[in-house]
């Protein structure tokens, strides 16, 4: 976690560690929507600390549009609640539901990670973008024998499938957000359809 020392734009958009932010900063670029300020607010855990830390950051009082994004992990309606409960910790307006800008100023909007109610995470979006590329009959076989071979049990099968995808691309070593950036994703998939509409809202 990096706390800004200045906020420059009236759009911020707050994101689940530097993977996402790279990722982020990627589907902006993409769409494009310059004017959004993207800052990675660490681990679920650091986003009460620092959303009170961020409201005292030089150039808040200009910012209309706030913006926040999290996995959900093993419970999307959990996570969007902490995200509620740290908002209202930093004495900030809280949406009353993923995706529904708040009423207030700056107007809040929170978007969890694969969809509204699925658990999951961005890995989760990632892997549908692929499922029908002929690639994907190879991971497929990849897994099945690791897993009748060598008896290991992948714990965490999206991020997992989203890495062996990428050892696939021209730089496999690179991380899924900069993956972004270098036009390994269709950000154009259908998949991303939460994505895009939650970045509309914001900077509506």
Known sequence: MVMPTKIKSNVQLLVE???QRNFFEGFCQHLPLSHIEIH????VAELRKFLAAFRMTPGFQSVTNLGIIRDAEQDATSAFQSVQSALRNADLDAPDLPRKPSAGKPSTIVLILPE????GMLESLLCKTFVNEPVNTCIDAF???VKA???VNIKRPEKARVH???STKEDPHLSVGVAAKRGYW???HDSFSYIRDFLAKLTS
Do not use: I, T
């Open 17 to 19: 560690g530097n993977d």
């Open 40 to 43: 990675d607010f660490g681990g």
């Open 116 to 119: 509204d109610d699925k658990s």
């Open 143 to 145: 897994f099945k024998c």
């Open 149 to 151: 071979q060598a008896k």
């Open 164 to 166: 062996a995808y990428l």
């Open 186 to 188: 269709n950000l154009n």
